[in-house]
């Protein structure tokens, strides 16, 4: 049968993921027809069809139309939400939940300190994540950049600092760094990628180069597992997807031994049942690569 190697510590909820999606179940359970969140608690797709088939669910422009929220349950996201999202949450008599993950709480609070000390922020990350958003929400005069041109593109300032959104690539950062360090006479990189997301790309880029193949488990729109993907894919064949459906026999011929990493976001059933199609598949060949 085919050999399945699974990243062996870092593949599958982290503990932010976790802690949110702990916080939506128990409060799926207290008997309230309808939780609310404030956007998708995490980015996987089956994840969230499984919240709203226990009435966990976005709000929605309707909901806000038909009114009646008062003394109902939000619960904010994983990714964090703004000051302004926590107001207006507050002022329609909400029951805030705050999932927001605990580490991505922690570099707000530095965006807002190193304004606070005259610094021009600037996180680097995706323009349209929750995370990104939410996190210069918190600043007045912090914005996002998403590549090394937009860098290069900066004037110079007097104080500059720079934090990352927690699931970008390390090597992007780091590059990152090199030119904001001559846009400013005092520059301060305060940039801290999530250990679960290193390590999972450390994990992935070890796994990537002892397979013949890699299968990557996680949401389309999940940044942590499209860097996966994007640090596996130099060393061998490597295939995204949301769900084992996605999969067919054919596309492992004549391999023998295939990785498998999955994204913070990605839940537990859904890599089981990856494992365990791939390990149904008789090996092609003889595995060309050392156990
Ligand atoms: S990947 Fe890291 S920062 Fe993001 S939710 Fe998980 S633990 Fe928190």
């Not at 998708?40 to 009114?67: C, F, Q, W, Y």
């Not at 360090?181 to 790309?201: N, S």
């Not at 365990?276 to 008789?282: D, R, V």
């Amino acid at each position: 049968m085919m050999q399945v190697r699974r990243a062996p510590t870092y593949s599958g909820f982290c503990g932010g993921v976790k802690r949110a999606w702990n916080r939506a179940i128990k409060a799926s359970q207290t008997g309230e027809e309808t939780i609310y969140l404030s956007g998708k608690l995490i980015h996987n797709t089956p994840a969230m069809r499984e919240l709203a088939s226990l009435g966990v669910r976005e709000l929605s422009e309707t909901d806000i139309a038909e009114g009646n929220l008062e003394g109902r349950t939000i619960i904010m996201r994983a990714h964090g939400e703004g000051p302004v999202a926590f107001a207006d949450a507050e002022a329609r008599g909400f029951k805030v939940i705050d999932a927001t993950c605990p580490i991505v709480t922690a570099v707000q609070k530095i965006a807002v300190q190193l304004e606070n000390d005259g610094y021009q922020v600037v996180i680097f990350g995706h323009r349209n994540h929750p995370e990104a958003r939410a996190t210069v929400a918190y600043t007045d005069h912090g914005f996002i950049i998403e590549t090394l041109e937009e860098a290069q593109a900066l004037p110079h300032y007097e104080k500059l600092a720079s934090i990352a959104q927690t699931t970008v690539l390390q090597a992007d950062y780091v590059d990152l760094v090199e030119v904001l360090r001559t846009k400013a006479d005092h520059y301060e990189d305060r940039g801290r990628i999530c250990g679960w997301t290193l390590h999972a790309q450390d994990e992935a880029v070890a796994l990537a180069s002892s397979v013949e193949m890699m299968v990557v488990v996680g949401g389309r729109d999940s940044s942590n597992t499209i860097q996966l993907v994007r640090v596996s894919e130099p060393h061998c064949p490597t295939l995204h997807i949301e769900t084992v459906d996605e999969l067919t026999v054919e596309m492992f011929a004549g391999r023998s031994v295939v990785g498998l990493a999955a994204g913070a976001s990605t839940r537990e059933s859904d890599i089981a049942a990856v494992i365990s199609f791939l390990e149904a598949i008789p090996a092609a060949v003889p595995s060309l690569v050392e156990a």
